[in-house]
Nanobody, 115 residues
């Protein structure tokens, strides 16, 4: 049974930081491209960042220089370090794992940036 379990969301003030974690089980984690997506009500889910099996990274322009994605293949966990948070970063953040035609999602974790 495949599970992706996110944690680390919450309420933070503008300019603050949060670190999201996603622990995977039931997959050969090291082979998967892992990613973080986000979604606000009424909008499509948006890609935020990805990290491949060889740790190549991609970031959407709006988070470049503020967010950092990393993976720990021993702990089967992918992280998203979010710094200099803005109100427009408020969303539900989802963890994603992809390998060939396999595509798995976590349940999401809410991030709210507000004073």
């Amino acid at each position: 049974q495949v599970q992706l379990v996110e944690s680390g969301g919450g309420l933070v003030q503008p300019g603050g930081s949060l670190r999201l974690s996603c622990k995977a089980s039931g997959i050969i984690f090291s082979m998967y491209t892992m990613g973080w997506y986000r979604q606000v009500p009424g909008s499509q889910r948006e890609l935020v960042a990805t990290i491949t099996s060889i740790s190549s990274t991609y970031y959407v322009d709006s988070v470049k220089g503020r967010f950092t994605i990393a993976r720990d293949n021993i702990k089967n966990t992918v992280y998203l370090q979010m710094d200099s948070l803005k109100s427009e970063d408020t969303a539900v953040y989802y963890c994603n794992g992809q390998y060939l035609r396999r595509n798995y999602w976590g349940q999401g974790t809410q991030v709210t940036v507000s004073s």
